[in-house]
């Protein structure tokens, strides 16, 4: 799954998109890291280990690491289900995603960086970072200020007989952010941060224990919107494309998810 994720981010630009003025290829600024997780056992232990061995060699920079949760594993050892903060909260405050972002800066620490937030059940990638390079420079060119936050939100395959319900659900959405833009759920499976000028993370935390272990993405935002020019944009530019998980469904009213826009608990802020 890593070689096809490393092979299909590509995809996230349009060919013209690909190369810079001065030759530069977009991959050069783009660095990937793996959070390879699951409920402790000394069986998957031994499975993470080996899968932190991975090596392939393609143009993106990257790295793996391998963590476990519940009784006996690296993080929130009293979990019993998935604990969606905590894994998130691991994984952008590991050495291994510094230094990638390190690396990145160079020579420029006020260099735009942006955590893009993707989940594995990814298909299609459909061009969303061509997307967001143009939503950045159409508010750059606003008002100097970049965006806090965005997100194209994602739909389900059109093969899958749930894709019109998920479009549906990401067309509410659009219209409400154009009322107020954390009127919506800014989903895990594709929304962006930016990372302070000088920082090699993101400082705000996922976790809030009030939430119990999910809204992952809303915990967060509603942290980083105190922070100064705030801007928050939720787009109708071309989505992510993810694989439908088993716990989605429909209802006679639509799209019934953890974040759907049918559930009033699912403002960003």
Request: cysteine-free; glycine content about 8%; overall charge negative.
């Given at each position: 799954r890593c070689r096809y994720l490393l092979d299909a981010i590509i995809e996230g630009?349009?060919?013209?998109?690909?190369?810079?003025t001065n030759d530069r290829k977009v991959l050069q600024d783009v660095?990937?890291?793996?959070?390879?997780?699951?409920k402790h056992t000394p069986?998957?232990?031994?499975?993470?280990?080996?899968?932190?061995t991975f090596r392939y060699s393609c143009k993106v920079n990257f790295a793996i690491i391998t963590y476990?949760?519940?009784?006996?594993?690296?993080?929130?050892?009293?979990?019993?289900?998935?604990?969606?903060q905590d894994i998130r909260e691991h994984l952008k405050n590991n050495p291994a995603t510094r230094n990638l972002v390190e690396a990145l800066r160079g020579n420029d620490p006020r260099s735009l960086?942006?955590?893009?937030?993707?989940d594995s059940?990814?298909?299609?990638?459909?061009?969303?970072?061509?997307?967001?390079?143009?939503?950045?420079?159409e508010e750059w060119e606003k008002d100097k200020i970049p965006p806090t936050?965005?997100?194209?939100?994602?739909?389900?395959?059109?093969?899958?007989e749930h894709h019109i319900a998920s479009?549906?659900?990401?067309?509410?959405?659009?219209?409400?952010a154009e009322v107020y833009p954390l009127f919506v759920y800014y989903p895990e499976p594709n929304f962006c941060v930016l990372v302070h000028d000088t920082l090699n993370t993101i400082e705000e935390s996922f976790i809030d224990r009030r939430r119990g272990n999910i809204m992952e993405s809303p915990v967060l935002i509603s942290r980083v919107k105190t922070r100064p020019n705030f801007k928050a944009v939720f787009s109708d530019r071309k989505p992510i494309i993810i694989d439908a998980p088993k716990r989605f469904g429909l209802s006679v009213k639509g799209l019934v998810t953890g974040q759907s826009t049918l559930s009033g608990m699912t403002l960003a802020q």
């Open positions: 630009f349009r060919e013209q998109d690909r190369t810079f660095a990937v890291i793996f959070g390879m997780n699951g069986e998957l232990v031994q499975i993470l280990q080996e899968l932190a476990t949760w519940g009784s006996g594993g690296t993080i929130a050892q009293h979990a019993t289900d998935p604990p969606f960086i942006y955590f893009s937030f993707v059940d990814t298909i299609e990638f459909n061009f969303i970072y061509s997307e967001y390079l143009q939503i950045v420079k936050v965005m997100s194209t939100g994602y739909e389900f395959h059109p093969g899958n479009w549906l659900d990401r067309m509410v959405r659009t219209a409400l």
